[in-house]
């Protein structure tokens, strides 16, 4: 497995608080920070601040505010990319929306987004470095496409990047505010009871094996993670649902779906890929085979995005349909779920 599909969602960007000491003279806050972080420029902190991701006392200040005593500091940086090389590659992507700050993509399954260990080319940021590749400020190189959020290889759907720096900083905020809107649509094992409901549990990395997460109910490792799902149709063995996610935890939906003993449909690392539910009978066992090689991965598509454009503040909103591997998985258990008595 790619460590790119291992890279938490929060961990895209940090964030820091500090309680100003009662001795301390006036001082330019982007000085202040600067002798307080490590591996940080100033220039990082200007665009942060500029981005309104500086707060003194809940309140959002500029470059040039000059801290007090006792003033609580607090701000929010993205974490500056990995220093790998990026290579434009000329790679089809579905763009669904462009302007001078952001991208918006609808990713295709099989796609890593950044490259990583095992996984230097053939991602979506390689592909965006070519399509930026004639930008003034992509020429350098100085500049690269800003995730503020990741989706897994095998996991489709829609994803926002940013062009340049006000648009990172301003969007991974909002990020880390929870102030984004994203649905997905999964197919899972068994019908979830209630038909509407709340997934909670710390996520973190499995104690037996890293490359997967796990559900801590305890709260005694790993971090928050809250799904809200609803179910959108019954098909007696597996079953359609919405998933609305209030935190962006690696693996999230995945890993609290079989949390509740309903795994994703096809989902191998999370034992979807099993005959969970149903007959022995070998027609019904063929038939689900068949839908694993109709859909060779996980079923799970982020379908729609919204959030405030990082520049004019406008609400954007972006929807996408159910790519066509799902679709068909879905028609064929409607055709052979139909007429069976319930």
């Known amino acids: 497995m790619a460590e790119d599909e291992l890279v938490d969602q929060q961990e ?51 470059p ?28 089809p992507v ?7 700050d952001v991208v918006v993509v609808n990713k295709e399954a099989g796609m890593v987004v950044h490259p990583a260990y095992g996984n230097y080319t053939g991602t979506l940021v390689n592909a965006l470095m070519w399509h930026f590749k004639d930008l003034p400020l992509f020429q350098t ?3 690269r496409p800003g995730l503020v959020h990741r989706i897994d290889k095998n996991t489709s759907g829609i994803l926002v990047i940013a062009k340049n720096e006000l648009a ?32 909670t549990g710390h996520v973190g990395r499995n104690v037996r094996d890293r490359k997967i997460m796990q559900v801590f109910s305890d709260g005694s490792q790993g971090k928050t993670a809250i799904s809200h799902y609803r179910l959108i149709e019954d098909l007696d ?20 779906f079989n949390y509740i003993k309903h795994p ?18 070998t027609k019904y066992q063929q038939f689900v085979r068949n839908c694993f090689e109709l859909l060779p991965r996980q079923a799970l598509h982020a379908k729609s995005l919204a959030f ?3 520049v004019s503040g406008e609400r954007l909103s972006f929807d996408s349909d159910l790519p066509a591997d799902m679709q068909q998985v879905i028609e064929k258990w409607r055709s052979y779920t139909a007429g069976r008595e319930r």
Request: proline letters at 7%.
């Open 264 to 281: 994703l449909f096809n989902d191998a690392e999370y034992g979807g890929d099993k005959i969970l539910k149903g007959t022995s009978f």
């Open 141 to 143: 190189g100085e500049v």
């Open 237 to 256: 063995y597996i079953s359609v649902v919405e998933c609305k996610l209030e935190t962006g935890r690696t693996h999230q939906i995945r890993v609290h």
């Open 94 to 100: 579905n763009i669904i929306y462009e302007d001078d």
């Open 12 to 62: 895209l960007f940090e964030h820091h608080r500090f309680k100003v000491d009662p001795g301390q003279s006036l001082l330019r806050i982007d000085k202040y920070l600067f002798s307080r972080m490590e591996n940080i420029s100033r220039t990082r902190i200007q665009n942060a601040a500029n981005a309104g991701n500086i707060l003194v006392n809940n309140n959002p200040v500029k």
């Open 308 to 310: 405030d454009h990082p």
């Open 168 to 199: 990172l900083n301003r969007l991974s905020k909002q990020f880390y505010d929870r102030t984004t809107d994203r649905k997905y649509i999964a197919i899972v094992w068994g019908i979830p009871d209630p038909p509407e409901g709340t997934i």
């Open 64 to 91: 040039n505010y000059k801290v007090k005593p006792d003033d609580v500091v607090q701000i929010v940086l993205p974490n500056p990319p990995r220093e790998i090389e990026l290579i434009p590659e000329n790679i």
